[in-house]
């Protein structure tokens, strides 16, 4: 197989908005020992693709400066001891380059395509996925019988936790934003969905579970939500905080956290080890990747962009109006 010397991708001119994704060309980036070069059929796209539009969240040291942290098509060049093939069709969580005709992925964090999928359904996967699996199952140890709650659940991290922690046998509240996507949740299997903007989540959570709390809660709003999650939470409850689109500065009472023995902590994911990343894409294919292929469970897609139009789905994004994935096709 020949490879281009050049591939089309969308480089970032600046920071700022939408505008700034540039349509470009650059030269096809070489595969190193343990690397695939993979030719990208799609492309998520996710917050942290926007704040690195916005310049609050630089990739890591030795990442590409294109932005796009999971990707899905074929395999366009490998090492001999790699266990794909060319022409085999993988989806990837990369630490950046995603938005292209061609990126590089280790290979410890590319997994096949699950049975039936196409590349638009899993470009969808890896960056929720392993959030999700890392977050809730993980570190946060969610078992059958458990209460979880998860706010935005009309996003691709709530979607996808949505289905999971309901798989695992979790009672499953969540959080949203309007009728429409508290009704989405619901047919994804969340027991009570909670319009965030009419009802108290944390009145209706203490009621739902007879003033128990909940168990383990998944939030990526922070601000405010913080203290609220400590109100929610049930004794020895978790809280896990991985994004905070309302601001990372919070007052909360530590005496109701200190009281209730509740955990709070956090994580990010692009800057991890690999070999953290090795362990997600294992546990997932052996606990998920079945499940998947079953259509037990399935990633949410809301819309598609061809790639040029990357800063129209940076548009589409910023509305949070959409439900589910936005993805690239390339």
Known sequence: MTLPETMAAIMIDGKGGPDVLKPTRLPVPRRGDGELL???AAAGVNRPDVMQRQGVYPPPPGASDIPGLEVAGEVAAAGGMS???IGDQVTALVTGGGYAEYCLA???????FPA????VQAAALPETFFTVWQNVFERGGLKAGETFLVHGGSSGIGT??????KAFGARVYTTAGTAEKCAACEKLGADRAINYREEDFVAILKAETAGKGVDLILDMVGGDYVDRNIQVAAEDGRIHQIAFQSGSKATADLMRLMLKRVT???STLRARPMEVKNRLARRLEEQVWPLLGKGQIKPVIDSTFALEKAS???RRM???AHIGKIILTV
């Open 38 to 40: 993979i030719r990208v």
């Open 83 to 85: 266990r794909f093939r």
């Open 106 to 112: 280790d290979e410890r964090a590319a997994l096949a």
């Open 116 to 119: 039936g999928f196409d590349a």
């Open 160 to 165: 996808t936790a949505i289905q999971l922690a």
């Open 264 to 266: 709070l902590t956090g």
């Open 312 to 314: 129209e789905a940076h």
């Open 318 to 320: 910023e509305t949070n």
